[in-house]
């Protein structure tokens, strides 16, 4: 706008273009800083040379610009004139491009803070409306101002014409009038570009207000129309979960029928399971009464027999011997044959060694590393071959009725087998771990089986099925069982030995003791009565302890006895007086138990012996890592 001023104004008294003197004087009039243009330059110089400042007023630089010769004088003071009509903060506003937006942006956040939407339109509205107001008005004035300039055109070649100093005077007088007249349209121009500026800027930012609104209502229309979406599947589930409802209450009304008609049928089997459960409680305490007479008809029958024996051993013991004080002795039995001396027979019995050996009447059983079970008469005749385990078999033991055979493995299993026809019974499983040892109890039906796993098991060898469990800390490497069905002896890594009774509801041993030992056991025998006990510890020694006082009775030990780190089993002979013991040297040594003493060493074996047997007839069979079994016997 100030550039279009400038042109127009100007072309009254020169013929300079409009273009070039923006260019030469506005351009760096609105730079920081006095302007240093050549124009403006020359209008400087101008009014220094006619002794004035700057004009305030049209008439006043007329005056000068009518003593000026040339048109270039005339232009640059006609310059100087509208710099100081208008302020440097006013061309700057006039000039700058980013003005309205910022005066509309700033109009748009005051108005969206104090006015709602609906102001907002109307101002809107209101500042369109006198923009075309003002347009008008500024048509209007701007074909005013070229009229006056063609008005003054011709009087300015009038004047020029007419020499008479009146004429010019008059003249002259209404040029400055018409000069006046000039300023005052100028001044209502420039208060026009003025309002017109401010309306643009309010214009501007209420555009940018109406921009935010929009934009807020974009927003909201977006949110509407997630919350739509989300509606739409919200209504969608819920359609699914009326259907879910409905079908789940048919099913529901469904089976409530079949509930209702069931009922009857319900409660009759209710009454019958009570029945049921009386006449079950009742067979059950018939039972147990029953059981309760024959154990106690057992009991006293064994008692019996246990009497009569000690009797019968005491006074052979008497006749046998008048200086042994038979008061202090540990053990009641004296023995009726004589210990062994040599080696009577020997065979061959597996491919590999031979872990275990038990004897009965007139048979032995062997357990092998080549995973087998044999059965040999005392001629080491071969009767029967046993295969069933997967691992090697680490023991056997006959039943006390001799009718049964078992044998344990690392494969975690105890088999079971008849002893006369070599068929497989029942395969006994549960252990998580591998068995350390399985025997026979008393009544020839129950089993015994320790684990690696630190359980102890009770099995029924007749139906083949688990009964109970006892854990126990430390693991038992060996059972030995009396002439009590319920009771079984364990010994330990720990090196202790413990006393069960499957009776017991509390599952814990009913004797505990620390044995003599330094070190692990590797096994334990006890008498049938379970007053003592004997056992073989990693320590290469032998320790009786009276199990009624729990106290060490007895220890031996001799030089060459060590026992194998891999299997080691004693054998207690039938009159409970002698005890064989095989060592890694391939020696037996037999101790006197009564005498305290190491009665024998026999030494024919070359290889360790893992185990020992007694037969009823005082022979001792031994097996061990020549894969060879040896039978033992007196020269007599």
Not at 235 to 257: C, F, P, W
Not at 275 to 286: K, P, Q, T
Not at 544 to 568: A, I, N, Q, W
Not at 610 to 623: D, I, N, P, Q
Request: aromatic content about 6%; charged content about 25%; hydrophobic content about 40%.
């Amino acid at each position: 706008a100030s550039r279009d001023v400038v042109a127009e104004l100007a072309g009254l008294y020169a013929s300079a273009r409009p273009a070039d003197l923006a260019h030469a004087v506005i351009t760096p009039r609105l730079q920081p800083g006095r302007p240093t243009g050549p124009a403006s330059q020359q209008a400087q110089a101008h009014e220094r040379d006619l002794g004035c400042g700057d004009p305030t007023t049209f008439a006043e630089l007329y005056t000068r610009v009518a003593g000026l010769s040339s048109g270039t004088d005339k232009q640059s003071l006609l310059v100087a004139m509208l710099w100081s009509l208008l302020d440097d903060e006013t061309i700057t506003k006039l000039s700058s491009s980013a003005w309205k937006p910022s005066i509309i942006e700033m109009l748009k956040r005051r108005d969206a803070a104090q006015r709602p939407l609906e102001d907002l339109v109307k101002a809107c509205r209101r500042a369109a409306e006198k923009r075309r107001a003002y347009a008008a008005s500024t048509e209007e004035l701007r074909a005013m101002l070229i009229l006056r300039r063609e008005e003054n055109k011709e009087f300015i070649a009038r004047l020029c014409k007419s020499p008479d100093v009146d004429t010019e005077q008059a003249q002259a007088a209404q040029l400055a009038a018409l000069e006046k007249q000039v300023q005052e349209l100028t001044q209502e121009l420039y208060t026009i570009y003025q309002d017109r500026a401010a309306r643009d800027a309010h214009e501007l930012e209420l555009r940018r207000e109406v921009k935010v609104v929009e934009s807020q209502l974009d927003q909201l229309q977006q949110r509407l129309t997630s919350a739509r979406s989300t509606l739409a599947e919200v209504e969608a589930k819920g359609k699914q979960l009326r259907d879910s409802t409905a079908n789940l209450s048919v099913q529901y009304q469904t089976v409530h029928e079949e509930h209702t008609a069931m009922q009857p049928e319900y409660l009759a089997a209710e009454k019958n399971l009570k029945a049921l459960r009386i006449e079950n409680e009742e067979l059950l305490m018939r039972m147990l009464g029953l059981k309760q007479q024959q154990a106690e008809i057992v009991n006293e029958s064994n008692a019996a027999l246990t009497r009569r024996r000690a009797a019968e051993l005491r006074s052979d013991l008497l006749d046998a011997s008048a200086t042994r004080d038979s008061a202090d002795t540990l053990l009641t039995p004296v023995a009726v044959g004589r210990v062994p001396e040599r080696e009577l027979r020997s065979w061959e019995a597996h491919a590999g060694d031979v872990w275990d050996v038990a004897c009965s009447s007139g048979m032995l059983a062997t357990g092998g590393q080549d995973k087998r079970v044999k059965l040999w008469d005392m001629s080491g005749r071969c009767l029967q071959t046993l295969s069933g385990h997967t691992m090697s078999v680490t023991r056997v033991a006959f039943s006390p009725s001799e009718a049964h055979l078992l044998s344990c493995s690392p494969d975690k299993s105890v088999q079971i087998w008849s002893a006369s026809t070599g068929r497989a019974v029942h395969k006994l499983t549960g252990h998580t771990d591998k068995l350390h040892a399985a025997v026979f109890a008393y009544d020839s039906v129950h089993v015994f089986s320790s684990s690696q796993d630190h359980t102890i098991k009770v099995w029924d060898a007749a139906k083949g099925h688990y009964e109970q469990s006892f854990v126990c800390p430390s693991s038992a490497v060996d059972i030995a069982a009396g002439n009590l069905a319920t009771v079984f002896l364990t010994a330990h890594h720990d090196r202790s030995v413990k006393l069960w009774d499957t009776r017991s509801p509390s599952r814990k041993p009913t004797l505990e003791m620390q044995t003599a030992h330094t070190s692990a056991l590797h096994c334990v025998v006890a008498t049938s009565d379970m007053n003592t006990c004997v056992t073989a510890g990693r320590d290469n020694a032998l320790v009786v302890t009276d199990l009624r006082t729990m106290e060490t009775v007895g220890k031996f030990e001799s030089d060459g006895m060590r026992f194998s780190p891999h299997y080691c089993r004693l054998a207690l002979s039938p009159d409970w007086q002698y005890v064989a013991a095989g060592s890694e040297s391939g020696a037996v040594f037999i101790f006197d138990l009564l005498g305290r003493k190491l009665e024998t060493v026999l030494t024919d074996a070359s290889g360790p012996i893992y185990a020992c047997a007694w037969t009823r007839s005082y022979e001792l069979a031994t097996v061990g890592q020549d894969k060879l079994v040896r039978v033992w016997g007196s020269l007599s």
